[in-house]
């Protein structure tokens, strides 16, 4: 579980990107966290793993305080919250087996990992977990080869060879299709209810984060405007996150895809017919 | 504006052009192109070939010594790496090297060290710190902050930072600046040896004072094959780097 008590950070440029976030997230629980560009949404997530530093409040992942936490406390935290990245930020030039690994290098010593020893379990693992998003046969290719999709992939399996406590996910879908990004949103679904993992995905599209999330949290201006269910967030709630709009018009546009919605959400509700129907999700 | 123009004349006129110095040199000149024309590599082939393996012992180890203290100063010297001392002391190193020409510290090496290749081979390896230091430290700053965001927010260790995020992106860079470097290395190799520094330079620095031009001309014509060879072998393997 993640508690996050009146988190608030300020820039070295004066930019106020938090102020005073409050919530908590228990296990299993996926939330949307939406709200337009420059809300603060990158930097909420980030100050949960302090890729960036919070100025005030804190943040408890189970018993432990992260926002007091340095060095080697620091590190061993860090590998209790897996991060799935924009543009998925694998390193490219490493294959896809190196970069799921690469979630176990806090466990083992720098020269092992520079001899790209690690421990049986550990390959075994990075194995399943491909097999998991349905990249078994691309483990030896470098990450440059694979499309945009499979590197997402690669980057849901690096997280989860954390093994985590927490997924962070900063706008996973943000350079995918439309298609793709349904596809890995449905998979960071399954795995966060298959291992009962709470999620935090931080989110432009918000007819897919109504989709896949079980609650959205709406940001502006750094502050928390909407905390609730998908199907409560209203126009009058997304006039208060993003300003005024013709809402309607956009859940309008998205009408062609309500089959597919519909179809989203019986297989939600089941996950093995989820990853039957998937071509991409092979079971492991 | 005008004074400037007047400083110009004025400036040109003080530059004493002596047209039969002039001359000269221009017969000179001739007869050098002409001793370039009719290579002599033979009579003088014994000073050729020491010189030859002086200047390519200079190069090889004066490049992979500058390599090998390049890569922590690189490291040390870049911003998204080190701390704010380690980054100020190695960027000073960086400029100590880089404000000097190879010449300067030949000259000064040479009185230090004595005659011979080994003060060529310590100011190679001096002239190739800043150089190959500075270059991979700015590489190093533009490497993909996401990559190397990544495999921090894993938990690893600096090292691993490093290893993991960092060597990756620019491995192919530094492979490819190294044998740059290589290639400048040999073709200073030869220039410092005219102020002493051992090398083929100081064999063609003996060939010119001893007006001996096809000898001299046949120590160009291999330099500049040896500059051709370095050159496409090191970009057919920055190719296979890639």
Known sequence: MLELKALSKTYKTGDRALSDISFSVPAGQVVGLIGPSGAGKSSLIRCINRLVEPTAGSVCLGETELTTLNGRA???????????????ALVERLTVMENVLSGRLSYVSSWRSFLRRFPQ???????????????????????????????????????????PELLLADEPTASLDPKTSRQIMRLIQSVCREMNLPAI?????VVLAQNFTDRIIGLRAGKVVFDGLPSTLSHEALTRIYG??????????????????????????SLNSSLDSSPMLVSS | MSGSVVYLILAINSVEVDWFRVYEGLERGWRFIQGFLTPDFSS?????????????????????????????IGIGAARNLAPAPVYMFCRSIITLS??????????????????????????????????????LAEDIEDCDS???????????????????????????????????RLDINFRESSVIGIVGAGGVGA???????????DSAGAILIIIIAIVLVVEYSSSYIRRWVQ
Request: with cysteine.
């Open chain 2, 44 to 72: 003088r082939w014994q000073d050729i070939q020491i010189g030859l393996i002086e200047s390519l012992t200079m190069t090889l180890t004066s490049t992979v010594a500058g390599v090998l203290v390049s890569v922590p």
């Open chain 1, 201 to 205: 995905i931080n989110i432009h599209d």
């Open chain 1, 244 to 269: 005024a709009e013709d809402w309607g018009q956009m859940q309008q546009a998205n009408e062609p895809q309500d089959d597919d919605v519909l179809l989203d959400n019986t297989l939600n509700s």
């Open chain 2, 203 to 213: 064999t063609l620095n003996t060939a010119i004072d001893r007006y001996e031009y």
């Open chain 2, 146 to 180: 996401a990559q190397i965001d990544a495999i921090r927010a894993s938990g690893a260790r600096w090292w691993q930072v490093v290893n993991y995020a960092v060597q990756p992106q620019v491995m192919p860079r530094l492979i490819g600046l190294s044998l740059y």
């Open chain 1, 121 to 163: 379990a550990d390959i075994d693992q990075a194995f399943s977990l491909l097999n998991r998003v349905g990249l078994g046969d691309h483990c030896n290719k470098r990450a440059d080869e694979l499309s945009g999709g499979q590197r997402q992939r690669v980057g849901i399996a690096r997280a989860l060879e954390q093994n």
């Open chain 2, 98 to 135: 880089r404000s000097f020409q190879e010449i300067i510290i030949a000259i000064l090496l040479v009185s230090m060290f004595g005659f011979g290749p080994f003060a060529g081979f310590l100011t190679l390896t001096f002239a190739s710190i800043g150089f190959l230091s500075k270059l």
């Open chain 1, 74 to 88: 620091l590190r061993q935290a860090r590998r209790r919250i897996g991060m799935i990245f924009q543009e998925y």
